[in-house]
């Protein structure tokens, strides 16, 4: 099976981009190129795109990734009702929004100070008990 990719070019900090044709199995680095059909500059916005041989390879079964389908389809390439067009708008809902802090019920800071001298009195009770059995087999001797 084929897959349209875009192979990255161009020098550190400056990419620019061709969309491949590739075997989709293989790694974009590694797969075999069966054939280019356009460019992409993101810095510039600019895609040029040769329409028809992306029809034929579309035609054939190319998967596109989602960043090729919105470049395709501005460039009027027609695509087949099997793509999923990527979604235009840019609210993604949030997975497990009831684990997030901000929607994490506030806790109390008040309570926790008055716990704190309760819990210094308790240590001071227990050496006392622990002094009160080591006494004991000392007396049985």
Do not use: C, F
């Not at 929607?103 to 009160?132: G, H, L, R, S, Y």
């Amino acid at each position: 099976m084929l897959a349209i990719r875009l192979q990255r070019l161009g020098r550190k900090g400056y990419p620019v981009y061709r969309l491949a044709v590739q075997e989709a199995q293989r790694h974009p680095s590694s797969g075999r190129v069966v054939a280019y059909v356009g460019t992409y500059n993101p810095h510039t916005k600019e895609a040029s795109v040769q329409v028809e041989a992306a029809q034929k390879y579309l035609d054939n079964g190319a998967q596109p990734t989602p960043r090729v389908v919105k470049l395709l389809s501005d460039a009027g390439v027609k695509l087949p009702s099997w793509v999923k067009q990527p979604a235009t708008d840019k609210n993604k809902s949030i997975r497990n929004a009831e684990k997030l802090r901000r929607n994490q019920p506030k806790e109390e800071v008040v309570e926790e100070v008055a716990e704190a001298p309760a819990a210094e009195e308790a240590p001071a009770e227990a050496p006392a008990a622990e002094d009160a059995p080591a006494e004991e087999p000392a007396d049985k001797e």
